[in-house]
């Protein structure tokens, strides 16, 4: 991925929390008939002495798990991203030389792939991303919530997989290339849009601007 210095983001935390917050990756790899993509639920796992590892499951007709374990995969977590108007920035008065442009912020995750077919780790699996991903309910649903005869059923279709990262990239393009005035202007113009994704863009251009 082309990232100038001063849109790099290297520091794990800020890499593991856009994980954390917008789990659906798009993971890419070279399959049988060329490049292709899935696009998979993941789970950040940290470990003492390496990068961590990304946790999912596919469906057992999916070729993905049947990988080669040496071969190399890009998983991409997409964030918050919005188009930047030129009639946000405050610099437009001056002379006029300012042009649209797209803030956004990815974590890209270089990995091999670990299956795995044993039916009660697959169940751990299920398990960890079901409560991860029902903690905010105010009555959480549970693996253990649907007959057992009906889970065991389904876990003969699935197959979990290991993503071990071997190196990870972040790019946040949140106007850090703007003067203060102009990244001022944008997050005033994001706001009173108002939408989701560009009250999440204000904050991050807020966050992570020139001081």
Request: charged letters at 15%; a negative charge; one cysteine or more.
């Amino acid at each position: 991925m082309y990232c100038p210095t001063h849109f790099q983001e290297d520091r794990l935390p800020e890499l593991i929390n856009l994980i954390e917050q917008f789990p659906l990756a798009s993971v890419v790899c070279n399959g049988p008939s060329g490049l292709m993509a899935d696009h998979i639920p993941l789970m950040y796992e940290g470990g003492p002495d390496t990068s961590g590892k990304l946790v999912g499951h596919v469906a057992r007709n999916n070729p993905l798990w049947l990988l080669p374990a040496d071969q190399e995969l890009l998983v991409v977590f997409q964030g918050p991203s919005t188009y930047i108007s030129p009639n946000w920035y405050t610099t437009k008065r001056d002379a006029g030389k300012v042009v649209p442009t797209w803030n956004y912020v990815v974590v890209h995750a270089s990995c091999t792939l670990v299956a795995i077919k044993d039916p009660q780790q697959v169940l751990q699996i299920i398990t960890k991303l079901t409560d991860q991903h029902e903690a905010s309910q105010p009555h959480p649903w549970r693996v253990t919530d649907a007959p057992s005869e009906f889970t065991e059923s389904l876990l003969g279709n699935i197959v979990g997989i290991e993503l071990k990262i071997k190196r990870m990239q972040g790019k946040w393009k949140v106007s850090q290339n703007q003067p203060i005035p102009n990244q001022q202007s944008v997050v005033q113009g994001l706001l009173a849009e108002g939408s989701d994704a560009q009250t999440q863009m204000a904050l991050l251009v807020r966050a992570h601007g020139a001081k």
